[in-house]
């Protein structure tokens, strides 16, 4: 019996490309704020990025066509008195923007699509509850004009947007809380806590409905997502302080589906999930590259994939939602890395002869010059037929 000793999967040849450096984002204030935040956010339209201002905080929205150097006098959207910790493009409107800051707020942006010709400083919805700075942001993935904060108080605040009051309010934290990730449809969220909990929130119920105590050993911070089978992906630090990857299932939290060490690094490693493909995209503070995995059904559940490297040390990171790739380059993803000065955009692509979309756009085409030479070829004949009627004198 014959027996493939190769992983089977369309995904394996996924590779990273740089763009040309004319289609790169330069002279960029990225903000020094020491805070564990993406500091990036984009859209099909839009690429915004949280960058140094004084007087308070503020962040720059570019429209994603501007590509080059941009004007130091470029407008900002300014408004927080102090710095901006986190930003989330709507997923149900791309002119809509969430952010918030050390001032303890978070506010909702309308974003026009031309530059402005002024600092835009008047956002649509002030969100005050929150006591201590608000450090996590996050849109509710279905639902319209549901927003949700964490804020340094330890409190999560499930916001109406539309009115600007508050819907649910969460205190079952008892420390600084890391991360939050919304499930596929928005049922559940999980979170990351100072206190080394993994835990898995129903907002309708107002109540923890799983937990796990150290999914990983180390003290350092933890960040998880979840998959879109249920599964939840966590990034961590060991004992021994080495990064550490693990894919657990919330209905039985006892043991790890798969855990996997990768370095000794210390920068907290950020994931960006793609849940059309099932691949996590990983990169730290300070990381020159962006390693991805795929997961899967089978052992052993989490696989490397492969390695995009670059020589400048990213500052954070962009994830541009499916709807905003070009697919008829074979591209999967794309990521926005921040380095210093300047913004990368990063291209995933499968090669083209595994691009099923590709094989699908070519045989829509053939089938369409065949309906087109079959309609062509009846209207020459009917043409000939009459013609030949002239021709012979019958009419």
């Given amino acids: 019996?014959?027996?493939?000793?190769?992983?089977?999967?369309?995904?394996?040849?996924?590779?990273?490309?740089?763009?040309?450096?004319?289609?790169?984002?330069?002279?960029?204030?990225?903000?020094?704020?020491?805070?564990?935040?993406?500091?990036?956010?984009?859209?099909?339209?839009?690429?915004?990025?949280?960058?140094?201002?004084?007087?308070?905080?503020?962040?720059?929205?570019?429209?994603?066509?501007?590509?080059?150097?941009?004007?130091?006098?470029?407008?900002?959207?300014?408004?927080?008195?102090?710095?901006?910790?986190?930003?989330?493009?709507?997923?149900?409107?791309?002119?809509?923007?969430?952010?918030?800051?050390?001032?303890?707020?978070?506010?909702?942006?309308?974003?026009?699509?031309?530059?402005p010709s002024r600092p835009i400083s008047e956002p649509i919805v002030v969100l005050e509850g929150h006591s201590k700075r608000v450090g996590i942001i996050k849109w509710h993935p279905t639902a319209r004009n549901i927003l949700l904060t964490a804020g340094s108080d330890n409190l999560i605040i499930i916001w109406?947007?539309?009115?600007?009051?508050?819907?649910?309010?969460?205190?079952?934290?008892?420390?600084?809380?890391?991360?939050?990730?919304?499930?596929?449809?928005?049922?559940?969220?999980?979170?990351?806590?100072?206190?080394?909990?993994?835990?898995?929130?129903?907002?309708?119920?107002?109540?923890?409905?799983?937990?796990?105590?150290?999914?990983?050993?180390?003290?350092?911070?933890?960040?998880?997502?979840?998959?879109?089978?249920?599964?939840?992906f966590t990034t961590g630090f060991t004992r021994m302080s080495q990064r550490e990857l693990g894919l657990w299932d919330p209905t039985n939290f006892e043991e790890p589906i798969a855990l996997l060490e990768l370095d000794t690094s210390n920068g907290v490693l950020l994931p960006f999930y793609d849940s059309d493909t099932n691949i996590v995209y990983l990169?730290?503070?300070?990381?020159?590259?962006?390693?991805?995995?795929?997961?899967t059904e089978e052992p052993p559940y989490v696989h490397y994939i492969s390695t995009f490297s670059s020589k400048e040390p990213q500052r954070g990171m962009g994830f541009m939602p499916k709807r905003g790739v070009d697919v008829s380059k074979c591209e999967i993803a794309r990521l926005y890395k921040l380095h210093e000065r300047k913004c990368e955009p990063i291209m995933m692509t499968v090669p083209r002869k595994v691009s099923t979309y590709s094989l699908f756009r070519l045989v829509e085409e053939i089938q369409n010059l065949k309906a087109t030479v079959l309609s062509q070829e009846k209207r020459i004949c009917d043409l000939e037929n009459k013609l030949s009627k002239y021709t012979n004198g019958t009419v």
């Avoid at 890391?178 to 909990?197: A, E, I, M, Q």
């Fill in 1 to 115: 019996m014959s027996r493939s000793i190769v992983r089977q999967s369309k995904f394996r040849h996924v590779f990273g490309q740089a763009v040309k450096t004319d289609q790169t984002y330069d002279d960029i204030r990225v903000s020094k704020v020491t805070w564990d935040s993406s500091f990036c956010a984009v859209n099909p339209k839009f690429l915004a990025v949280i960058v140094e201002s004084s007087g308070g905080g503020a962040f720059l929205v570019l429209l994603l066509s501007k590509v080059g150097r941009v004007d130091k006098n470029y407008p900002l959207v300014i408004g927080h008195s102090g710095p901006v910790l986190d930003i989330d493009w709507c997923p149900h409107n791309d002119n809509i923007l969430a952010s918030c800051s050390e001032d303890t707020t978070a506010m909702v942006w309308q974003i026009p699509d031309h530059t």
């Fill in 160 to 232: 109406n947007v539309g009115t600007g009051e508050p819907l649910i309010t969460m205190d079952d934290h008892p420390d600084l809380i890391y991360n939050v990730s919304w499930n596929y449809n928005g049922s559940l969220f999980c979170t990351t806590c100072k206190d080394r909990r993994l835990r898995v929130c129903d907002p309708r119920k107002n109540k923890v409905v799983a937990e796990r105590l150290s999914p990983h050993e180390g003290i350092r911070p933890m960040r998880a997502i979840f998959t879109k089978e249920g599964n939840i």
């Fill in 283 to 295: 990169s730290g503070k300070g990381d020159s590259s962006v390693r991805y995995f795929e997961i």
